[in-house]
C-alpha cells in the first residue's frame, strides 16, 4: 500500500540564510507588530557618552568664588572713636580742673560781685578804701584812678587772707637817687627812674610773699614797665620782705621807669597773682 502523503516543500530561506516570515506558517499566527517609536524610546537603554574624552560635552566651568573685600571703613570708624574719646575725655578734665580752679579762687567771701576793674571772674577783684577804711566803689580803674598818698588797695588772697597795699610817696624824678648804688644800671634812653614806696599789711589766715605775689607797674601814654622786671637795688627792696601771715606790716620801694615828659599821663597799678589790676595816680 502506497503513502498517499506527499512530502511538503521546505520554506523558502531568505538572502542572508534567514527565513523568510512571510512564508513561515508561524508567522500567520503571530500577532501584529506596530511601529510604537514611545516604546521604543521606553525599552532603550541610554547611551554611555564618554563625557572625560570630548570637552564639548563637559560643564562649563563655575566661576571662582569672589574673594572678599577688605575694606578700611572699620578701622577708619575704630580711630575716630578713638580720637572722639578721647578728645571727650580731654575736655570732660579741662572742666573739671577749670572748675576747680573756679572753686578754689573765686570761693573768698570777700569777693565782689562788681570787679572795681571791670575784669573777667578770672581775676580775683580788689577793692578800694580811704583813709576812715570807708570802701569807694567808683575809683581804681584806668579811667577813674584812686588817688596816691589816700587810697588803700586790697584783694582776699587763696589761703582767706586780706592784703592791703598802699603807694605812700612816689619819687618821680629819681635817677639821683637810684645811682647812689654804683651796681645799678643807668635808665634807658629817653627814660628816668621812678621810686614809688608801699606799704603792705596781711590779715587772716594763711600768708603771703610781696616779692613773689605782687606787681607794682607804671604805665604811661608811650611806656610800661613793672618792678619786677627792672634790675635795680634799692634802699627798701621788696624781696627782702619775706613771708607776711595775720598782722604783720611792712614798708619797700620799688625801682620803675617813665619816659621822659610823659608824668602827666603816669598810672601806678598793683595788683596780686590772681587780682585784677587797680589803678592810682597824682590828685
Do not use: F, K
Not at 90 to 112: N, Q, S, T
Not at 126 to 149: I, K, N
Amino acid at each position: 500500500m502506497s503513502d498517499v502523503s506527499s512530502p511538503q516543500p521546505l520554506p523558502a530561506l531568505a538572502p542572508d540564510g534567514a527565513a523568510d516570515p512571510a512564508s513561515a506558517p508561524w508567522a500567520l499566527l503571530a500577532p501584529a507588530q506596530r511601529d510604537d517609536p514611545q516604546a521604543d524610546t521606553a525599552q532603550a537603554e541610554p547611551a554611555q557618552v564618554d563625557t572625560w574624552s570630548d570637552p564639548s560635552l563637559l560643564p562649563p566651568p563655575s566661576a571662582p568664588p569672589e574673594r572678599a573685600r577688605s575694606s578700611a571703613l572699620p578701622i577708619v570708624a575704630i580711630v575716630l572713636s578713638s580720637l572722639a574719646l578721647a578728645v571727650s575725655s580731654l575736655v570732660l578734665v579741662l572742666v573739671l580742673v577749670l572748675g576747680g580752679l573756679a572753686y578754689i579762687y573765686g570761693g573768698a567771701p570777700y569777693v565782689m560781685s562788681d570787679p572795681v576793674s571791670g575784669y573777667s571772674s578770672m581775676y580775683t577783684p580788689g577793692r578800694v578804701t580811704d583813709a576812715s577804711g570807708a570802701v569807694v566803689t567808683d575809683v581804681g580803674t584806668y579811667d577813674r584812678p584812686a588817688t596816691l598818698g589816700e587810697h588803700t588797695l586790697s584783694w582776699p588772697t587763696v589761703s582767706g587772707g586780706i592784703v592791703e597795699v598802699t603807694v605812700t610817696d612816689v619819687e618821680w624824678e629819681a635817677d639821683a637817687a637810684v645811682a647812689t648804688d654804683p651796681s645799678n644800671p643807668p635808665a634807658g634812653p629817653d627814660m628816668g627812674y621812678v621810686l614809688a614806696t608801699i606799704d603792705v599789711a596781711y590779715t587772716g589766715p594763711g600768708g603771703l610773699v610781696p616779692a613773689e605775689d605782687l606787681y607794682i607797674c607804671l604805665e604811661s601814654v608811650s611806656w610800661g614797665t613793672c618792678s619786677d622786671g627792672i634790675d635795680v637795688t634799692t634802699a627798701a627792696p621788696l624781696r627782702d620782705i619775706g613771708a607776711l601771715t595775720d598782722g604783720d606790716q611792712a614798708t619797700a620801694t620799688v625801682a620803675l621807669e617813665l619816659t621822659e615828659g610823659e608824668r602827666g599821663s603816669a598810672l601806678i597799678s598793683v595788683e596780686t597773682i590772681d587780682g585784677e589790676p587797680l589803678y592810682l595816680a597824682e590828685r
